[in-house]
C-alpha cells in the first residue's frame, strides 16, 4: 500500500468504537485525524490508498464537538473584570481548567466597569488557538456593559453606567480604548442612539447582544433590524415576559425578524438562574437558537465564600447559588447535563446547544462547533450521561479524566 507520506508527513489518527455527532445526529463510524484537521475517509482511503498511522480505542464514548462558552467571567479564583498585574496568568488558568469541563474556546467576559479597567484589561487578551495551555480564545472578549438600563443592572455596579450621548460611537470608542479584541457587546437597545451603535458594530464584525434592559419588543425588533444577532442570558435582568408586550423575550417567535437572520440567545442552565419549566418553554419555542452559557463568576470551582465580580463583591452560598446578582458557580458540562434533563431533549440537541449554536453565532462555524470534514479537531469524549471523558484540541490530547480505584 502507498505510504500516507505522499499526500502529508503529518501521522493518521484513528478514533474507533465511538458514536460521533455528525450531521445532528450520533452515528457509529471513525473519526480520522490529520494536521489538526477532521478528515475525510473517503478522500484518504480511495485518492491517497491510506491508512491509521495511530489507531485509539474509544470505548464506546460518545465523540462531540468541544463546547464553546461566549460568556464567561471568570473562574478558580480569577476575576477577568479586575485590572491586575498578573491578569494574563489568571487568563492562562482558567483556560486551562476550563479543559477538564470539555470547554476548547471561549470569550472572557468583562461586566460593566471603569474606562481605565477596559483599556487596561482588553490590550492583554490574545486571540488565540487553543491547546495543552488551555481552551483558546478565538474571537475576542466579551464586553457586557457599560451601556446597559440602571433599573436592570442586577450585579453591575451603578456608578460605573453610561448612556450614549452625541457622538455616540465614539463614545463607546473612548470607553473601550479599542474593539480590536472585542467580539461581543452586551448593550440595552432602548437607550437613545443605540440604533447607529449596533449598526456600527455590525459593520466592524462586532456580535451585539441585547441584555440587562428594559427594553420593549417593538425595541428589540428595531434592533435586531439594525444587526443585533443574540439576546444575554435570556430571561435575566430584562422586563418578564407579558402577553400584551412580551418584551425582548418576544424575539423568539417574532415575525419581525429579517429574512435569513437568525437570534440565538444565551441561557444559563444551572438550575437556579433558570427555572426548568423557562427553560422548556425557550427552548420550544425556538431550539435552534438557544445557546448555552456559564455565565460564570470567580468563584466557580472554588469553595463557598466571598468573591468578585468586577468592582462588586458577592458571596456563594453552596456550589451552584449566587447570591445579589447575577452568575453562576456551574461549569459548562454541567449546564448541559442540566438543560438535557430540564428539557428531555436528545443527547445531540443538549451538545450543539454548546457547540455548534455558539459557533454559529459568532460565525465559526466552518471551523469549530461541528465534526464535518476539515473542521478543526476540538473534540471531547463523554459518557452516555455527558460527562467529560477527554478533551482534544487540534487533535491532541490535552485533558483526561484520571481512572477511578487504581
Known amino acids: 500500500m502507498p505510504s500516507n507520506k505522499s499526500v502529508s508527513d503529518a501521522p493518521i489518527i484513528q478514533f474507533t468504537n465511538c458514536r460521533i455527532l455528525r450531521s445532528h445526529q450520533l452515528q457509529r463510524e471513525d473519526l480520522w485525524v490529520r494536521e489538526q484537521k477532521i478528515l475525510n475517509p473517503e478522500k484518504l482511503f480511495f485518492d491517497e490508498k491510506g491508512?491509521?498511522?495511530?489507531?485509539?480505542?474509544?470505548?464506546?464514548?460518545?465523540?462531540?464537538?468541544?463546547?464553546?462558552?461566549?460568556?464567561?467571567?471568570?473562574?478558580?479564583?480569577?476575576?477577568?473584570?479586575?485590572?491586575?498585574?498578573?491578569?494574563?496568568?489568571?487568563?492562562?488558568?482558567?483556560?486551562?481548567?476550563?479543559?477538564?469541563?470539555?470547554?476548547?474556546?471561549?470569550?472572557?467576559?468583562l461586566v460593566t466597569s471603569p474606562p481605565s479597567v477596559y483599556h487596561q484589561v482588553l490590550p492583554q487578551i490574545s486571540i488565540r488557538n487553543g491547546g495543552a495551555h488551555g481552551a483558546g480564545i478565538l474571537a475576542g472578549a466579551h464586553l457586557e456593559g457599560p451601556f446597559i438600563s440602571k433599573e436592570k443592572k442586577g450585579a453591575h455596579p451603578e456608578h460605573c453606567l453610561r448612556t450614549f450621548e452625541e457622538g455616540a460611537f465614539q463614545d463607546l470608542l473612548a470607553t473601550y480604548g479599542s474593539l480590536e479584541r472585542v467580539r461581543i457587546v452586551t448593550l440595552a437597545p432602548e437607550m437613545k442612539r443605540s440604533s447607529e451603535v449596533i449598526q456600527e458594530l455590525t459593520k466592524q464584525g462586532i456580535c451585539v447582544s441585547l441584555g440587562h434592559s428594559v427594553a420593549n419588543l417593538c425595541q428589540a425588533e428595531e434592533a435586531v433590524q439594525h444587526g443585533a444577532t443574540f439576546i444575554t442570558h435570556l430571561f435575566n435582568a430584562m422586563l418578564p415576559f407579558h402577553h400584551r408586550d412580551p418584551g425582548i423575550v418576544g424575539l423568539l417567535t417574532s415575525d419581525r425578524i429579517p429574512a435569513g437572520r437568525r437570534v440565538f440567545y444565551g441561557m444559563i442552565s444551572d438550575g437556579i438562574h433558570t427555572n426548568p419549566a423557562a427553560l422548556r418553554i425557550a427552548h420550544r419555542a425556538h431550539p435552534k437558537g438557544l445557546v448555552l452559557v456559564t455565565d460564570a463568576i470567580a468563584g466557580m470551582g472554588l469553595a463557598p465564600g466571598r468573591h468578585t465580580l468586577g468592582q462588586q463583591v458577592v458571596e456563594i452560598d453552596g456550589l451552584n447559588t449566587y447570591i445579589a446578582g447575577n452568575g453562576s458557580v456551574a461549569t459548562m458540562d454541567t449546564c448541559v447535563r442540566h438543560f438535557q434533563?430540564?428539557?428531555?431533549?436528545?443527547?445531540?440537541?443538549?451538545?450543539?446547544?454548546?457547540?455548534?449554536?455558539?459557533?454559529q453565532l459568532l460565525g465559526i462555524e466552518h471551523k469549530k462547533g461541528t465534526l464535518n470534514y476539515d473542521s478543526d479537531a476540538d473534540f471531547l469524549m463523554l459518557t452516555d450521561s455527558l460527562y467529560v471523558q477527554a478533551t482534544y484540541i487540534a487533535g491532541e490530547e490535552v485533558w483526561r479524566q484520571e481512572a477511578l480505584g487504581m
Open 51 to 109: 491508512s491509521a498511522d495511530i489507531q485509539v480505542d474509544c470505548k464506546d464514548s460518545i465523540i462531540a464537538p468541544g463546547f464553546i462558552d461566549v460568556q464567561i467571567n471568570g473562574g478558580f479564583g480569577v476575576d477577568f473584570s479586575l485590572a491586575t498585574d498578573d491578569f494574563k496568568s489568571g487568563l492562562d488558568l482558567v483556560s486551562q481548567k476550563i479543559l477538564s469541563h470539555g470547554v476548547t474556546s471561549f470569550c472572557p467576559t
Open 341 to 359: 434533563e430540564a428539557t428531555g431533549c436528545s443527547v445531540e440537541t443538549a451538545l450543539e446547544a454548546a457547540s455548534l449554536h455558539p459557533a
